[in-house]
């Protein structure tokens, strides 16, 4: 016995041994590639040294002998920071993700061959400005500088993951950047999936007029009556298939409710203590690890600029110089038009247009599969943009017989001048010269905020499509792609676009709110963002008399919810303190404790309190109970609580309060009923998950910030080293957006929300501050991987100055970059 002990003994004493080898092995091999931050390399592209200084915050402060060498240390730095992420972005808008991950993402390379936004980056090269295209071909030389260096020192592939999902990697060449910069503008659109879902559920219900309670315009003047879909193609069947999008982590078409949003605000110099110019802006994405977002400084000829970069594009996107600041908030500009476009019965390839029948333009594309054989595509081009497949968003479910789909989208330019546009922004003096240099962008859409010194503005920047007044649907549903009324006709002037300057009121800001109310075709949208955090923003900004930078940072951290306080006086009006108070352990006595809970709350969606919790469930659960029977399977589209609906039905304006009647059942249900029963199954799920104390009960703990590896998130154990998860307060529609997932199990996971905040003071520049997410590495064994987290998650921020000095005398590594 002892001898067999013995033995056994040794064999664990092994197997442990080889275990902790194996685990030193991993170890070394994915530490060789951590960025050494303190070194002289020579490099190749080069015109003079380059110095690039690492601040405590391990933002990079580049100096170069010109624009170029500057940029030149930007495209280095974001590839020894972030080269797995930079490759994965270029992977995925050229369509070529299964060439490392299989079968998983043939649908997802299928999506982005069919819109060819690669190519089209490739030919927008030349549409460039000198500067621009000097700048991006230093920017790709840097990056290619990192890729050598890689390569000759045997640093670990570049990055862990490489050894994972090994690939070749190429060059990085100027298009690059500008197909990233395309890509952005796919995860921030929405339009073509709301004219989708508006012609669905056009079909599924039985009275047209409920169209506008479930998809509500903004407050704001009507719009003349559209047709009915069905009206429009009469042999279209009424039903709700769904044929699932790609839910994969590396997918980047947006959900619905997750295509763009962002907060901005400021304020002129007499509403601001300290006498200059205020800026704010946490533009929002979704979250990720390493977040979307790079802090940067360039130190160009015309002076330093500082702020948010996305890494593989050489431009700061949301910051300031020592003149001017700059902020991005989603425009939800209708830069999206779907046609659906009739076939030739005799010749499939050909569709009708105003001239006749006219042939496809086609062209084959290859995708190489891993451990597959490859496919090839046809791609095929209408002249209103690219045929899209039936599966996409579900287009299948509204395409007449003989019929196909094609979309027409600003952002399909062959001569997109975007980059040239951010370029020239940075670059801008002031806020004149700023609107000025934007009007070259063309998408994705967005809303500028401005200040310099003396002056607040801001102006939607990019391409408005020019729109026939006769249009069949207004852009809001597919139409016909045959008549000449319905086709667009350019783009409308860069002074069409919404401009607003000094403001006599000295403040401005956008929450994705309606900024202007203007008859089709100069309506800028139908569709808007949230029409809720606005209201909470205008209270916060009236309050005070004049503001400060820490005034700004508390409204950017506000988590009150005014959708909270104005929808449960409505939806409660009638179960406030009714009846006796019920025995202890009964579904009634749990329904009395929410209640008296939900009674002296105000509306703060506060991490540690119980109340957001019972709410977001409440109200979610009277939702899915209001639509289900009308919707059936449709009613899973809705996968976020409708503000504007839900307070049209409890006001019953224009009869809406129909939807609390269940039509499948005998008795008729008042909209009291449907809270009640709401409220019991809310309950019932939360006594499920987190147990039936409600008291005791956490909204963080379902409210979590998943900052999600899009590739390792998912592996078993190594999961727990590149997920970043964090208890955190706000909501949908708090200032401090934490968009929740409306997925189960865990709806209300946070998933999309600010991953950059700055907030920018003009009378002290240097007292600017900043913070991302998660932090500037995208290396899980590096100390700035997660460093800026808990920084993001308590409220805190980095000092933001362009003092050379500062960033020299804390820096943790110089590196001088040397032309060979």
Partial sequence: MSLLFRWLLRIAAGLVAMVVAAVALVYFLASQSLPDYDQTLEVDGLSAP????????????????????????????HAQDRLWQMTMLRRTVQGRLSEVFGKRTVTVDKLLRRLDLYRLALQSVEAQDDYTKAALKAYAAGVNARLAEVNEEALGRGAPEMFLFNAPVAPW?????????????????????????????????????????????????????????????????????????????????????????????????????????????DPHMGFSA??????????????????????????????????????????????????????????????????????????????????????????RWTENGPVLPGTFYNLGTITPRGHVMSLSWTLLSPRDTSMSASMALMNASNVREAIAATEGFIAPSQNLSLADRSTIAMKTIGAMPKRDPRHHSKGRLPSQGWLPENRWQGRLPYSSNPEFVSP???????????????????????????????????????????????????????????????????????????????????????????????????????????????????????????????????????????????????????????WCDVRQSAPVETCTDMARMALDDALIWIAERYGSQLESLRWGDAHQAAHDHQVLGEVPLLRYFVNIRQSTSGGDNTLQRGRTSGEDPNPFLNIHGAGYRGVYDFADPDSSVFITSTGQSGHFLSRYYDDQAQLWRRGEYVPMSLDAELARAAAVGVTHLIPR
């Fill in 173 to 281: 060449q100027p298009g690059d950047s500008i197909a990233i910069i395309k890509l952005m503008g796919l995860q921030l659109s929405g339009h073509l999936e709301e004219e989708v879902l508006r012609a669905r559920t056009s079909l599924m219900l039985e009275d047209p007029a409920r169209l506008s309670d479930i998809l509500p315009d903004d407050p704001g003047s009507g719009i003349a009556a559209l047709p009915e879909y069905a009206s429009l193609f009469p042999d279209l069947p009424r039903y709700a298939e769904t044929i699932p999008m790609p839910e994969d982590p590396l997918s980047p078409f947006p959900r619905r409710g997750l295509a763009g949003a962002s907060n901005a605000w400021t304020a002129a110099p007499s509403r601001s203590a300290s006498g200059g110019t205020l800026l704010a802006n």
């Fill in 50 to 77: 380059v110095e690039i200084v690492r601040d405590n915050a391990n933002v990079p402060h580049i100096f170069g002998a010109s624009d170029p060498d500057v940029f030149f240390g930007l495209g280095y730095a």
């Fill in 504 to 658: 006599a009121g000295g403040l401005l800001g956008n929450t994705n709110n309606k900024i202007i109310d203007r008859a089709f075709p100069e309506h800028v949208s139908f569709a808007w963002g949230d029409t809720q955090r606005v209201h909470r923003w205008e209270k916060l900004m009236q309050d005070r008399e004049v503001h400060t930078r820490d005034s700004f940072i508390e409204a950017q951290l506000d988590t009150v919810s005014f959708t909270a306080r104005s929808l449960l006086p409505l939806i409660g009006a009638d179960l406030w303190y009714t009846g006796e108070s019920a025995p202890e352990g009964t579904p009634e006595r749990q329904r009395q404790i929410a209640l008296a809970l939900l009674a002296e709350w105000n509306g703060e969606m506060n991490e540690y309190m119980p109340e957001p919790l019972i709410y977001a469930a409440w109200i979610r659960a009277l939702q899915k109970r209001l639509i289900e029977d009308d919707l059936g399977p449709l009613a899973d589209e809705f996968k976020h609580v409708e503000p504007l609906f839900i307070e049209r039905v409890y006001r019953d304006i224009d009869g809406a309060s129909a």
């Fill in 290 to 379: 390493p977040a979307a977002w790079y802090l940067a400084r360039l130190e160009l000829a015309n002076g330093g600029v500082i702020g948010a970069s996305i890494p593989g594009v050489p431009t700061i996107l949301t910051g300031r110089s020592d003149r001017l600041g700059w902020g991005l908030t989603s425009s939800y500009l209708d830069d999206q038009d779907l046609f659906v476009e009739k076939l030739n019965p005799d010749d499939p390839e050909e569709y009708l247009t105003p001239d006749g029948y006219k042939r496809f333009q086609t062209r084959p594309s290859i995708i190489e599969i891993k451990d597959a054989p490859p496919i090839t595509l046809t791609l």
